[in-house]
């Protein structure tokens, strides 16, 4: 089995009156593609601001384990110590409830993209790539400083971001609009871009809201062979809202249900799309006669199979 990555454990989010997730608890290994979807306002955004440090949650622990695994006492004992990053045994171990979200991009290595495209849309496309390995850049320029006197250590750093950046486009199938403003790409090219992007700080998880919305059959095809790339070759954990069914089954390796805040199902994509629960939840139904209506249907479909 592949070692946990990501824990969430009993979060809750609330505003006000508002129960946005109702204690969600799931995991996300590492190297595996984990889908959250669920109908509109279940509150799957919110879990990816839990996740990210742009909410503070209510209530709950999300443990990242950025190197090796996130064994249950380790987490324990950090959580006791009443800090929110440890090296353990296994390796750096984050409470990222505990963090700022600029703290999680940097030092936990979560990075991700939002349903609306945030490209820098007046900068080149190679420009977008580059500005993301700023963190590295601002260290070897000294502050500006050593970038200002074109010392070597600052060239010898800018030439790997552009090398880095370079070697994204070519994955993505832009190198030859490196020098394009990002604004003037198709829509499809933009989305890649900024998972490109996002991929240049260097990930241990990749946090994507709804990459496919808008996307056409061919560049949802695109998309999911640049994601299996991204688990496969990068061996980075994805963690993805998404609303295309389609690019849920094909790639994800697990599935999180979520219905007005609470979990209603998980596992493997072919468990998920059977399950009455969450038939029920995309369709309406909300009683428990429409569930066995709908388990009733699933039956007889099944029955009437050659």
């Given at each position: 089995m592949s070692a946990t990555l990501l824990t969430v454990e009993h979060l809750?989010?609330?505003?006000?009156?508002?129960?946005?997730?109702?204690?969600?608890?799931?995991?996300?290994?590492?190297?595996?593609?984990?889908?959250?979807?669920?109908?509109?306002?279940?509150?799957?955004t919110t879990v990816f601001n839990c996740v990210t440090g742009f909410y503070k949650p209510t209530r709950g622990r999300l443990a990242l384990a950025r190197d090796g695994e996130a064994i249950a006492s380790d987490v324990e004992k950090l959580t006791r110590s009443g800090r929110r990053h440890a090296r353990m045994a296994s390796g750096d171990l984050y409470l990222l409830e505990r963090m700022p979200d600029h703290e999680i991009a940097r030092r936990a290595r979560v990075a991700r993209t939002f349903q609306n495209i945030r490209l820098f849309q007046g900068m080149t496309v190679l420009e977008n790539l580059v500005?993301?390995?700023?963190?590295?850049?601002?260290?070897?320029?000294g502050l500006t400083v050593f970038g200002l006197l074109g010392l070597p250590n600052w060239r010898a750093?800018?030439?790997?971001?552009v090398a880095k950046a370079t070697a994204w486009l070519e994955r993505i199938g832009l190198v030859d609009r490196a020098d394009d403003p990002a604004g003037d790409l198709p829509y499809?090219?933009?989305?890649?871009?900024?998972?490109?992007?996002?991929?240049?700080?260097?990930?241990?998880?990749?946090?994507l809201d709804?990459?496919?919305?808008?996307?056409?059959?061919?560049?949802?095809?695109?998309?999911?062979?640049?994601?299996?790339?991204?688990?496969?070759?990068?061996?980075?954990?994805?963690?993805?809202?998404?609303?295309?069914?389609?690019?849920?089954?094909?790639?994800?390796?697990?599935?999180?249900?979520?219905?007005?805040?609470?979990?209603?199902?998980?596992?493997?994509?072919?468990?998920?799309?059977?399950?009455?629960?969450?038939?029920?939840?995309?369709?309406?139904?909300?009683?428990?006669?429409?569930?066995?209506?709908?388990?009733?249907?699933?039956?007889?479909?099944?029955?009437?199979?050659?």
């Amino acid at each position: 089995m592949s070692a946990t990555l990501l824990t969430v454990e009993h979060l809750t989010m609330r505003f006000s009156g508002l129960v946005a997730v109702d204690d969600l608890s799931f995991e996300v290994k590492r190297g595996d593609i984990t889908a959250l979807i669920g109908p509109n306002g279940a509150g799957k955004t919110t879990v990816f601001n839990c996740v990210t440090g742009f909410y503070k949650p209510t209530r709950g622990r999300l443990a990242l384990a950025r190197d090796g695994e996130a064994i249950a006492s380790d987490v324990e004992k950090l959580t006791r110590s009443g800090r929110r990053h440890a090296r353990m045994a296994s390796g750096d171990l984050y409470l990222l409830e505990r963090m700022p979200d600029h703290e999680i991009a940097r030092r936990a290595r979560v990075a991700r993209t939002f349903q609306n495209i945030r490209l820098f849309q007046g900068m080149t496309v190679l420009e977008n790539l580059v500005v993301a390995q700023h963190n590295a850049l601002m260290r070897a320029s000294g502050l500006t400083v050593f970038g200002l006197l074109g010392l070597p250590n600052w060239r010898a750093a800018e030439r790997r971001a552009v090398a880095k950046a370079t070697a994204w486009l070519e994955r993505i199938g832009l190198v030859d609009r490196a020098d394009d403003p990002a604004g003037d790409l198709p829509y499809g090219d933009q989305r890649r871009l900024e998972i490109a992007r996002a991929m240049c700080t260097d990930p241990v998880l990749l946090c994507l809201d709804e990459p496919a919305a808008g996307l056409n059959p061919r560049e949802s095809a695109d998309l999911n062979a640049l994601l299996r790339s991204i688990r496969d070759a990068d061996g980075v954990s994805i963690l993805l809202i998404e609303h295309d069914m389609s690019v849920v089954m094909e790639i994800s390796d697990r599935v999180v249900v979520l219905e007005y805040g609470r979990k209603i199902c998980e596992g493997p994509p072919e468990l998920v799309r059977n399950d009455p629960r969450v038939i029920a939840a995309y369709l309406g139904v909300d009683d428990e006669a429409g569930v066995a209506a709908v388990e009733t249907e699933i039956a007889a479909a099944g029955d009437a199979a050659p």
